[in-house]
């Protein structure tokens, strides 16, 4: 077997078996696809099945040079998927990725805004800019909902059920869950559907929420630049992204005393150890108290 339809019969796999969203897919595609590349290079010729553990080693050692060390797991651990895949299918009796260990990485804790920085950045949203009602919206879903980029984009109009006080989101896997929406945010987004969303949809894109110029659906790439302008305007010297403003919803409710097991179901977190960090990052703002304003502390 070639490494294309190696790669091919192992999307298929991860989409109708594992039911990963595209974006996932295409993550574990490019690990795959970057291991494929470097044994092409290669003297001997490398196939997904005559691979050897030695020659794995090298591509890892090789990686440690090339990407930080949280990317490198990341590679790592999508092609131990791809070769568990592999067996699983009996295309390979044995799993040459056993004995790869993933490089040790120092727990870090994303930025996370202040309440007052989570105002002043959607009011850092340019006012003269034509869709700047459409990006005040979309920067309060992602707070006020803690929303993924791609849950942002996808929303449709027939997700909103601001009678209950609720939205339905699709997230990961195409799992639905539905998450509470603040009385002042669903009236923001009532007033957009009345008189601002002016766009005429696209064919296919009837019912979808947020709509670019062309009236289809907005790129991760264009959310991304909506919220790194808004962050400069606002002046917040921060590692600024869309996800940042799912951090710090999520962080504002445990700080505030929220059960963690209904945070994870907000998030649309699969194990409650991905919530438990925002625990964590509480406990570090603890700390932090303690260190700034309490008179043992120095």
């Not at 091919?8 to 969203?21: D, K, M, N, T």
């Not at 895949?85 to 994303?110: A, H, M, S, V, W």
């Not at 800019?129 to 929303?155: D, I, P, Q, W």
């Amino acid at each position: 077997m070639e490494w294309k339809k190696a790669i091919e019969a192992y999307s298929f796999y991860l989409r109708l078996e594992q039911g990963l969203s595209d974006n996932t897919i295409e993550s574990y595609q490019f690990d795959v696809n970057r291991l494929a590349r470097y044994c092409k290079f290669l003297k001997r010729k490398n196939t997904p099945i005559s691979l050897q553990a030695d020659t794995l080693k090298d591509f890892v050692f090789q990686l440690s040079k090339e990407v930080q060390p949280q990317t490198q797991s990341r590679i790592v651990s999508g092609i131990k998927g791809f070769f568990v895949f592999l067996q699983l299918e009996g295309y390979r009796n044995d799993n040459p990725t056993q004995l790869l260990e993933l490089p040790k990485i120092r727990k870090t804790f994303p930025d996370t805004l202040s309440t007052s920085e989570v105002d002043a950045l959607i009011a850092g949203i340019d006012s003269k800019s034509k869709h700047a009602f459409r990006n005040c919206c979309m920067l309060e879903l992602l707070y006020s909902c803690g929303l993924r980029v791609s849950e942002l984009t996808k929303l449709n109009k027939s997700d909103l059920f601001f009678e209950k006080g609720l939205i339905r989101i699709r997230g990961k896997g195409d799992k639905l869950r539905w998450v509470p929406v603040a009385e002042s945010t669903s009236t923001l987004i009532e007033n957009f559907l009345k008189g601002n969303r002016y766009q005429i949809a696209a064919k296919g894109y009837e019912d979808r929420l947020f709509l670019n110029n062309r009236g289809k659906e907005l790129t991760r790439n264009m959310v991304f630049t909506i919220v790194k302008k808004a962050a400069l305007r606002a002046d917040i010297n921060k590692k600024i992204s869309p996800h940042t403003l799912r951090h710090s919803f999520a962080t504002h409710l445990v700080e505030n005393g929220a059960d963690i097991q209904l945070v994870q179901h907000m998030l649309g977190h699969a194990s409650i150890t991905t919530t438990e960090r925002y625990i964590h990052m509480s406990q570090r703002h603890l700390k932090e108290a303690i260190t700034r304003f309490h008179p043992r502390a120095n």
